[in-house]
Protein backbone atom coordinates (compact mmCIF):
# COMPACT_ATOMS: atom_id res chain seq x y z
CA UNK A 1 0.00 0.00 0.00
CA UNK A 2 1.43 3.51 -0.94
CA UNK A 3 -1.20 5.65 0.50
CA UNK A 4 -3.90 4.54 2.71
CA UNK A 5 -7.41 5.22 1.71
CA UNK A 6 -9.03 2.84 3.73
CA UNK A 7 -12.59 4.18 4.04
CA UNK A 8 -12.26 7.29 1.66
CA UNK A 9 -15.00 7.19 -1.18
CA UNK A 10 -13.63 8.42 -4.81
CA UNK A 11 -15.94 9.00 -7.71
CA UNK A 12 -13.97 8.77 -10.99
CA UNK A 13 -15.84 9.92 -13.89
CA UNK A 14 -14.70 7.71 -17.46
CA UNK A 15 -13.83 4.81 -15.46
CA UNK A 16 -14.62 2.70 -18.01
CA UNK A 17 -11.28 2.84 -19.96
CA UNK A 18 -8.08 4.28 -20.48
CA UNK A 19 -6.95 6.51 -17.73
CA UNK A 20 -9.87 6.22 -15.48
CA UNK A 21 -9.95 2.61 -15.21
CA UNK A 22 -6.20 2.42 -14.00
CA UNK A 23 -7.29 5.17 -11.40
CA UNK A 24 -9.98 3.21 -10.40
CA UNK A 25 -7.88 0.13 -10.05
CA UNK A 26 -5.10 2.09 -7.96
CA UNK A 27 -8.02 3.57 -5.71
CA UNK A 28 -9.12 0.44 -5.17
CA UNK A 29 -5.59 -1.22 -4.22
CA UNK A 30 -5.43 2.13 -1.89
CA UNK A 31 -8.37 0.90 0.25
CA UNK A 32 -11.24 3.21 -1.27
CA UNK A 33 -14.38 2.53 -2.01
CA UNK A 34 -14.49 3.20 -5.48
CA UNK A 35 -17.62 4.65 -7.59
CA UNK A 36 -16.93 4.66 -11.52
CA UNK A 37 -19.02 6.62 -13.86
CA UNK A 38 -19.21 6.10 -17.81
CA UNK A 39 -21.44 6.33 -20.68
CA UNK A 40 -20.45 3.19 -21.95
CA UNK A 41 -22.19 0.05 -21.03
CA UNK A 42 -19.85 -2.25 -22.22
CA UNK A 43 -16.97 -0.33 -20.28
CA UNK A 44 -18.67 -0.60 -17.35
CA UNK A 45 -19.45 -4.49 -17.34
CA UNK A 46 -16.21 -4.77 -17.37
CA UNK A 47 -15.43 -3.10 -14.66
CA UNK A 48 -17.95 -4.91 -12.92
CA UNK A 49 -16.85 -8.24 -13.71
CA UNK A 50 -13.10 -7.30 -13.15
CA UNK A 51 -13.98 -5.81 -9.59
CA UNK A 52 -12.55 -2.78 -10.67
CA UNK A 53 -15.27 -0.43 -8.79
CA UNK A 54 -17.57 -1.05 -5.30
CA UNK A 55 -20.49 0.82 -7.71
CA UNK A 56 -20.49 0.92 -11.56
CA UNK A 57 -23.29 3.57 -12.86
CA UNK A 58 -23.94 4.26 -16.52
CA UNK A 59 -23.84 8.27 -16.57
CA UNK A 60 -23.33 10.66 -19.56
CA UNK A 61 -21.91 13.55 -17.61
CA UNK A 62 -23.01 15.90 -20.28
CA UNK A 63 -26.20 15.27 -18.17
CA UNK A 64 -27.29 17.52 -15.09
CA UNK A 65 -29.86 15.61 -13.89
CA UNK A 66 -28.10 11.77 -14.51
CA UNK A 67 -25.05 13.43 -12.63
CA UNK A 68 -27.11 14.37 -9.82
CA UNK A 69 -29.30 10.91 -9.70
CA UNK A 70 -25.61 9.32 -9.51
CA UNK A 71 -24.20 11.64 -6.96
CA UNK A 72 -28.17 11.01 -4.63
CA UNK A 73 -27.14 7.20 -5.07
CA UNK A 74 -23.62 7.34 -4.10
CA UNK A 75 -24.39 9.84 -1.04
CA UNK A 76 -27.50 6.88 -0.07
CA UNK A 77 -25.15 3.87 0.05
CA UNK A 78 -22.23 5.16 1.33
CA UNK A 79 -22.86 8.39 3.16
CA UNK A 80 -20.51 10.79 1.39
CA UNK A 81 -18.20 11.36 -1.47
CA UNK A 82 -14.59 12.25 -0.18
CA UNK A 83 -12.71 12.24 -3.65
CA UNK A 84 -13.69 13.77 -7.13
CA UNK A 85 -11.85 12.54 -10.09
CA UNK A 86 -13.31 14.76 -12.96
CA UNK A 87 -11.57 12.37 -15.54
CA UNK A 88 -13.62 11.94 -18.43
CA UNK A 89 -12.89 14.21 -21.73
CA UNK A 90 -13.31 13.74 -25.35
CA UNK A 91 -10.64 15.05 -28.35
CA UNK A 92 -11.78 16.27 -31.89
CA UNK A 93 -9.13 18.04 -34.08
CA UNK A 94 -9.93 19.71 -37.30
CA UNK A 95 -8.62 23.64 -38.37
CA UNK A 96 -10.54 26.25 -36.90
CA UNK A 97 -11.81 27.49 -39.96
CA UNK A 98 -13.93 24.83 -40.72
CA UNK A 99 -14.33 22.73 -37.40
CA UNK A 100 -17.92 21.76 -37.25
CA UNK A 101 -19.62 23.78 -34.41
CA UNK A 102 -21.58 21.16 -32.85
CA UNK A 103 -18.49 19.65 -32.72
CA UNK A 104 -17.40 22.44 -30.57
CA UNK A 105 -20.37 22.09 -28.28
CA UNK A 106 -19.85 18.53 -27.94
CA UNK A 107 -16.06 18.69 -26.91
CA UNK A 108 -17.04 21.93 -24.11
CA UNK A 109 -20.18 19.59 -23.23
CA UNK A 110 -18.05 16.67 -21.97
CA UNK A 111 -14.80 18.51 -21.31
CA UNK A 112 -16.31 21.43 -19.38
CA UNK A 113 -19.79 21.70 -18.71
CA UNK A 114 -19.49 18.03 -17.58
CA UNK A 115 -16.82 19.13 -15.16
CA UNK A 116 -19.38 21.84 -13.55
CA UNK A 117 -22.42 19.29 -14.01
CA UNK A 118 -20.15 16.61 -11.68
CA UNK A 119 -18.89 19.91 -9.32
CA UNK A 120 -22.32 21.21 -8.56
CA UNK A 121 -23.94 17.70 -7.66
CA UNK A 122 -20.48 17.15 -5.62
CA UNK A 123 -20.14 19.97 -3.32
CA UNK A 124 -22.96 20.15 -0.96
CA UNK A 125 -21.93 16.45 0.44
CA UNK A 126 -18.37 18.15 0.40
CA UNK A 127 -19.41 21.11 2.50
CA UNK A 128 -21.63 18.90 4.47
CA UNK A 129 -18.52 16.82 5.38
CA UNK A 130 -16.27 19.97 5.58
CA UNK A 131 -13.79 17.94 3.38
CA UNK A 132 -13.39 17.05 0.26
CA UNK A 133 -10.62 16.79 -2.89
CA UNK A 134 -11.47 17.46 -6.20
CA UNK A 135 -9.43 16.48 -8.94
CA UNK A 136 -9.79 17.83 -13.05
CA UNK A 137 -8.37 16.26 -15.32
CA UNK A 138 -6.47 19.00 -17.80
CA UNK A 139 -4.06 18.45 -20.33
CA UNK A 140 -0.75 19.77 -21.89
CA UNK A 141 -2.77 21.40 -24.32
CA UNK A 142 -4.45 23.87 -21.52
CA UNK A 143 -0.26 24.82 -21.66
CA UNK A 144 0.75 24.78 -24.82
CA UNK A 145 -2.43 24.19 -27.54
CA UNK A 146 -1.80 21.66 -30.69
CA UNK A 147 -2.67 23.18 -34.20
CA UNK A 148 -6.09 21.54 -35.17
CA UNK A 149 -7.14 21.09 -31.32
CA UNK A 150 -8.21 24.44 -30.45
CA UNK A 151 -11.13 23.33 -29.17
CA UNK A 152 -9.89 20.50 -26.91
CA UNK A 153 -7.36 22.82 -25.80
CA UNK A 154 -9.85 25.65 -24.83
CA UNK A 155 -11.54 23.36 -23.02
CA UNK A 156 -8.76 22.28 -21.05
CA UNK A 157 -7.70 25.62 -20.09
CA UNK A 158 -11.09 26.47 -19.06
CA UNK A 159 -10.89 23.40 -16.78
CA UNK A 160 -7.46 24.97 -15.31
CA UNK A 161 -9.37 28.62 -14.55
CA UNK A 162 -12.24 26.24 -13.21
CA UNK A 163 -9.94 24.26 -10.96
CA UNK A 164 -8.11 28.06 -9.95
CA UNK A 165 -11.57 29.71 -9.29
CA UNK A 166 -12.99 26.53 -7.63
CA UNK A 167 -10.28 26.55 -5.21
CA UNK A 168 -10.87 29.41 -4.00
CA UNK A 169 -14.54 29.41 -3.10
CA UNK A 170 -14.52 26.00 -1.72
CA UNK A 171 -11.12 26.66 0.53
CA UNK A 172 -13.06 27.69 3.46
CA UNK A 173 -15.17 24.53 3.72
CA UNK A 174 -11.68 21.92 3.60
CA UNK A 175 -12.09 21.32 0.05
CA UNK A 176 -8.54 21.67 -1.73
CA UNK A 177 -9.32 21.38 -6.19
CA UNK A 178 -6.05 20.74 -8.43
CA UNK A 179 -5.70 20.25 -12.41
CA UNK A 180 -2.86 17.93 -13.69
CA UNK A 181 -1.88 17.95 -17.21
CA UNK A 182 -1.15 14.97 -18.65
CA UNK A 183 1.18 14.71 -21.97
CA UNK A 184 1.01 11.73 -23.95
CA UNK A 185 -0.17 8.53 -22.73
CA UNK A 186 -1.36 5.67 -26.05
CA UNK A 187 -4.93 5.16 -25.09
CA UNK A 188 -8.14 5.07 -27.53
CA UNK A 189 -8.41 8.77 -27.41
CA UNK A 190 -5.41 9.24 -29.51
CA UNK A 191 -3.27 7.68 -31.89
CA UNK A 192 -0.04 7.55 -29.90
CA UNK A 193 -0.27 3.66 -29.87
CA UNK A 194 -0.20 3.06 -33.72
CA UNK A 195 2.79 5.44 -34.63
CA UNK A 196 5.37 4.27 -36.70
CA UNK A 197 9.19 4.44 -35.07
CA UNK A 198 10.23 7.60 -36.79
CA UNK A 199 7.30 9.55 -36.46
CA UNK A 200 7.16 7.86 -32.88
CA UNK A 201 10.60 9.16 -32.30
CA UNK A 202 9.54 12.26 -33.66
CA UNK A 203 7.14 13.03 -30.37
CA UNK A 204 9.28 11.76 -27.91
CA UNK A 205 11.91 13.91 -28.92
CA UNK A 206 8.99 16.35 -26.83
CA UNK A 207 9.83 14.62 -23.77
CA UNK A 208 12.70 15.13 -21.02
CA UNK A 209 11.41 11.08 -19.81
CA UNK A 210 12.10 9.52 -23.03
CA UNK A 211 8.81 7.03 -22.59
CA UNK A 212 5.18 7.13 -23.38
CA UNK A 213 3.53 7.85 -20.49
CA UNK A 214 1.85 5.19 -18.42
CA UNK A 215 -2.05 5.60 -16.96
CA UNK A 216 -0.70 4.62 -13.22
CA UNK A 217 1.78 7.95 -13.91
CA UNK A 218 -1.68 10.00 -13.80
CA UNK A 219 -3.32 7.61 -10.97
CA UNK A 220 -0.51 7.92 -8.86
CA UNK A 221 -0.63 12.06 -8.91
CA UNK A 222 -4.43 11.18 -7.89
CA UNK A 223 -3.58 8.93 -5.35
CA UNK A 224 -1.57 11.55 -3.77
CA UNK A 225 -3.75 14.51 -4.35
CA UNK A 226 -6.30 12.44 -2.95
CA UNK A 227 -4.43 11.27 0.46
CA UNK A 228 -3.19 13.61 3.58
CA UNK A 229 0.57 14.40 2.23
CA UNK A 230 -1.19 16.91 -0.05
CA UNK A 231 -3.19 19.12 2.46
CA UNK A 232 -1.93 22.56 1.55
CA UNK A 233 -2.12 22.20 -2.16
CA UNK A 234 -5.01 23.56 -3.96
CA UNK A 235 -5.42 25.65 -7.11
CA UNK A 236 -2.55 24.29 -8.75
CA UNK A 237 -2.20 22.69 -11.98
CA UNK A 238 0.37 19.73 -12.13
CA UNK A 239 2.22 18.79 -14.92
CA UNK A 240 3.03 14.82 -15.61
CA UNK A 241 3.80 15.24 -18.83
CA UNK A 242 7.47 13.20 -18.25
CA UNK A 243 8.88 17.13 -18.98
CA UNK A 244 7.73 17.76 -22.13
CA UNK A 245 8.67 20.80 -23.79
CA UNK A 246 10.63 21.67 -20.19
CA UNK A 247 13.18 22.96 -22.40
CA UNK A 248 12.75 23.95 -25.91
CA UNK A 249 14.56 20.55 -27.32
CA UNK A 250 13.90 18.15 -24.85
CA UNK A 251 15.03 15.80 -27.80
CA UNK A 252 18.64 17.05 -27.98
CA UNK A 253 20.13 15.54 -24.89
CA UNK A 254 19.14 12.28 -26.46
CA UNK A 255 20.91 12.73 -29.77
CA UNK A 256 23.74 13.56 -27.94
P1 LIG B 1 -10.28 7.53 -23.20
O1 LIG B 1 -11.00 8.05 -24.41
O2 LIG B 1 -9.44 6.32 -23.33
O3 LIG B 1 -11.33 7.29 -22.01
C1 LIG B 1 -12.29 8.27 -21.69
C2 LIG B 1 -13.43 7.61 -20.94
O4 LIG B 1 -14.39 8.64 -20.65
C3 LIG B 1 -14.17 6.55 -21.76
O5 LIG B 1 -14.43 5.40 -20.96
C4 LIG B 1 -15.46 7.24 -22.18
O6 LIG B 1 -16.56 6.35 -22.37
C5 LIG B 1 -15.68 8.18 -20.99
N1 LIG B 1 -16.55 9.31 -21.35
C6 LIG B 1 -16.41 10.14 -22.42
N2 LIG B 1 -17.42 11.01 -22.45
C7 LIG B 1 -18.20 10.74 -21.37
C8 LIG B 1 -19.41 11.30 -20.88
N3 LIG B 1 -20.03 12.31 -21.51
N4 LIG B 1 -19.94 10.79 -19.76
C9 LIG B 1 -19.34 9.75 -19.12
N5 LIG B 1 -18.21 9.17 -19.55
C10 LIG B 1 -17.65 9.67 -20.67
O7 LIG B 1 -9.44 8.79 -22.69
P2 LIG B 1 -8.06 8.82 -21.84
O8 LIG B 1 -6.94 8.93 -22.79
O9 LIG B 1 -8.08 7.78 -20.81
O10 LIG B 1 -8.19 10.27 -21.18
C11 LIG B 1 -8.74 10.49 -19.88
C12 LIG B 1 -8.62 11.98 -19.55
O11 LIG B 1 -7.27 12.38 -19.57
C13 LIG B 1 -9.38 12.89 -20.53
O12 LIG B 1 -9.98 13.95 -19.84
C14 LIG B 1 -8.27 13.39 -21.42
O13 LIG B 1 -8.59 14.63 -22.02
C15 LIG B 1 -7.12 13.50 -20.44
N6 LIG B 1 -5.82 13.47 -21.10
C16 LIG B 1 -5.37 12.33 -21.75
C17 LIG B 1 -4.14 12.33 -22.38
C18 LIG B 1 -3.58 11.12 -23.06
O14 LIG B 1 -2.46 11.24 -23.61
N7 LIG B 1 -4.27 10.01 -23.10
C19 LIG B 1 -3.30 13.55 -22.40
C20 LIG B 1 -3.88 14.66 -21.72
C21 LIG B 1 -5.09 14.61 -21.09
Same mark, same amino acid.
Given at each position: ??I???????L?T??????????A??????G??V? %????? @??A???L????? =?????N????????V?????M???? #??????L?NNA? !? /?AE?P??S #???A? +???V??????GV? /??CQ?? !???M $???????I????S #??? !?IP? *??? =??????K???????? *???S??G @? +????? /??YA @??M !???????? =?????????? $?????SI?????PE??A???L??A?????????????V??? $?????? @? %?????G
Amino acid at each position: MQIDLSGRVVLVTGAGRGIGRTIAQSFRREGATVV %GLDRD @PEALAELREESL =ADLALNCDITDPVQVREAIAMVDEQ #FGRLDVLINNAG !I /NAEGPLES #FDPAL +WDQVFAVNVRGVL /NTCQAA !IPLM $KRQGAGRIINAAS #FAA !IIPS *VDA =AAYGASKAAVVQMTR *VLASELG @P +WGITV /NAYA @PGM !IPTAMNGF =AELEDAAAST $KLDQLSIRRWGLPEDVANLCLFLAGDLSGYITGALLDVSGG $KFATQD @P %GAASRG
